[in-house]
């Protein structure tokens, strides 16, 4: 079955502090991976697609990359504002639906 | 920038009751979902709508779910008889194509009693 999993759960940095956020997937084909930021009781709002690897895409102060296997979204040097839940989506050969991965908060303190 | 909304934000239904939840998606978008998230758990697909048939559906989406586009601007999800288990956020989204991102709207946090 196709899976969608991400690392870590929970990320609690210090503003300043860059780091990265890890989407691995198990796959019978990829039509695009999705970076989504969810803040509380809202929807997830689009970041970044990635379609093949070797992809980058840069918004601000975060960068997606994607390799066969995997997606990490870096973020260099945070601040508060960053801090939300990352959601990481992928959709698969033959589908349109997309699938989740679990999501990290991150927590960014000033 | 267009936006997806969705209508109610918040709906308390009691447990047998039909509920309909209400989505005005992006005016040139053609591709139309319903996603839903059970408090602390994943994004799960529902459904996906594309030239005023449905396109894909999940297990969860059985025979007490259903969506229509009535008009040429709304997109509905109708819940037949609510169950407890029913009890989640809701969230419509919309696509240009095929295999673009996905827009979401806000939500409509169903709690069923």
């Known amino acids: 079955e196709d899976q969608v999993t991400q690392s870590p759960e929970a990320l609690r940095l210090q503003e300043g502090e860059s780091s990265s956020l890890n989407c691995s997937y198990t796959?019978?084909?990829?039509?695009?991976l999705f970076w989504y930021r969810q803040d509380p009781g809202k929807g997830p709002e689009f970041l970044f697609t990635?379609?093949?690897a070797g992809e980058e895409k840069e918004k601000e102060r975060l960068k997606a990359t994607l390799t066969k296997k995997e997606s990490f979204l870096h973020i260099t040097a945070p601040k508060p504002e960053d801090s939300a839940t990352y959601l990481c989506?992928?959709?698969?050969?033959?589908?349109?639906?997309?699938?989740f991965g679990q999501g990290t908060r991150l927590t960014i303190n000033p | 920038e267009p936006e997806v909304t969705q209508t109610p934000s918040h709906q308390v239904t009691q447990m047998g009751q039909e509920v309909i939840l209400r989505c005005v998606p992006i005016?040139?978008?053609?591709?139309f979902y319903w996603y839903r998230q059970i408090l602390g758990q994943k994004v799960e697909f529902l459904v996906s709508?594309?030239?005023?048939?449905?396109?894909?559906k999940s297990e969860i989406f059985d025979d007490q779910f259903s969506v229509e586009r009535p008009d040429g601007s709304n997109f509905t999800l109708k819940i037949r008889s609510t169950k407890l288990e029913d009890s989640a956020m809701y969230f419509c989204?919309?696509?240009?194509?095929?295999?673009?991102?996905?827009?979401f709207g806000n939500g409509t946090r169903l709690t069923v009693t």
């Open positions: 989204a919309s696509s240009e194509g095929g295999g673009s991102p996905l827009h």
């Open positions: 990635l379609y093949s």
């Open positions: 989506a992928v959709r698969f050969q033959g589908a349109q639906k997309l699938v």
């Open positions: 005016s040139n978008h053609l591709y």
């Open positions: 796959v019978s084909g990829l039509r695009g």
């Open positions: 709508f594309y030239n005023n048939e449905i396109s894909e």
